[in-house]
């Protein structure tokens, strides 16, 4: 863990200085450093982490006060931090690569989960087994969802003629309600945010994710601008290690990290399937960190030839005109990663606490 002090140093043996980087630490003396998070969506299972971060102290002892604002999609909450209006962030990490493409300044400083769990949410009934059984069904789907962009390449993919499926445009705050309702036949959308919504109130989803179509995207991402990652890398950071802490503390305690949520978020508490909610989808981006990333380089890492992969298709199918393909070695960075990792005994309860919650997406 990162102390104030060493926030006010610098990071001495981690060679922050010596990969040229300018140090400029604000001074503590009076007391923490307040900066500002948004998540990217509403209270939910992958920015659980922020909320822990804050209440249990992770931040607190890596000598910072965060104001934790949520967010209302991912790409809003890229172009709020790429604008200054908050120092840090998270977004779905597609969602960076786009605004990056389209020469907005932000940049990835830690990545928080490794799969989008980005797909097409069925109920357990329905009569479509197959990705080519959409054909002449009803997609729910919101434009201005994550996933929606690839549509297209998942269709490419997966075998299946995109043209003769009828798509319905949906808000994203109903497009769980008009599955349930059957209003839809299908609903394209990301995991953990249709299964934790639906399966509380019973009723059984699955899911035909893009990940089995060869469509590997990372989760959520950590995100500032490059100018505050080169005036200010110590508040980077901090701001990262606390994360990284808070991240592994959801995957080995994880009844506590949802008790720490449910007090932060009482709108959540008091709904009837709220600790459901919480437990499902942490227990699904959970899974997502079970993965070589973190277990042989520590929490946060991103892999260079992952990145670029992910660069190049997001550039193709959801970029637009006039956008160009970002320079990845400077849109991720590893300078604040891999610090956290988990021990032998810790990995066998991360694993344990996230076995349960296999079934929703096998």
């Not at 980087?21 to 003396?29: I, M, N, Q, R, V």
């Not at 509403?42 to 104001?67: M, Q």
């Not at 200054?84 to 990490?93: I, P």
């Not at 991360?350 to 076995?355: T, V």
């Amino acid at each position: 863990m990162i102390s104030r002090r060493d926030v006010l140093k610098g990071m001495g043996a981690a060679g922050l200085s010596a990969a040229g980087f300018t140090l400029a630490a604000p001074a503590l003396s009076q007391g923490l450093i307040k900066t500002t998070f948004t998540t990217s969506w509403i209270p939910e299972g992958p920015n659980l982490f922020a909320y822990v971060a804050r209440d249990k102290g992770f931040w607190k002892k890596a000598g910072l006060d965060v104001s934790v604002a949520r967010g209302s999609g991912s790409g809003a909450a890229a172009q709020a931090v790429s604008a200054g209006t908050f120092d840090f962030g998270m977004a779905a990490t597609p969602t960076v690569i786009v605004q990056a493409a389209k020469k907005l300044p932000i940049t990835c400083i830690g990545q928080i989960n490794y799969d989008a769990l980005m797909g097409i949410g069925l109920l357990a009934a329905s009569p479509i087994k197959r990705p080519k059984d959409l054909e002449g069904k009803k997609l729910g789907a919101s434009v201005t969802s994550g996933e929606y962009p690839f549509l297209p390449l998942y269709a490419e993919k997966a075998g299946f003629d995109l043209a003769k499926v009828q798509m319905v445009q949906l808000d994203g705050k109903v497009r769980e309600r008009s599955l349930m309702e059957k209003q839809v036949d299908a609903a394209s959308a990301f995991a953990t945010s249709t299964i934790p919504s639906l399966a509380p109130l019973g009723t059984d989803v699955r899911f035909m994710l893009f990940r089995d179509a060869g469509i590997e995207f990372y989760g959520q991402s950590l995100t500032t601008q490059p100018q505050r990652l080169e005036k200010d890398p110590n508040l980077c950071a901090a701001l990262v290690e606390g994360a990284m802490e808070a991240i592994r503390f959801t995957m080995t305690n994880f009844d506590e990290a949802v008790d720490i949520f449910l007090k932060a978020n009482s709108e959540v508490a008091m709904s009837s399937t709220g600790k459901e909610y919480a437990r499902i989808g942490l227990g699904l981006t959970n899974l997502t960190n079970l993965v070589p990333e973190v277990k042989e380089h520590g929490f946060g890492y991103a892999d260079p030839k992952k990145v670029a992969t992910m660069a190049d298709l997001v550039v193709k199918y959801a970029a637009g005109d006039g956008a160009t393909r970002p320079d990845v070695e400077t849109l991720f960075t590893n300078k604040f990663v891999g610090k956290i990792t988990l021990s032998a005994d810790e990995l066998a309860a991360a694993e344990k606490n996230a076995a349960a919650f296999r079934k929703y997406v096998s």
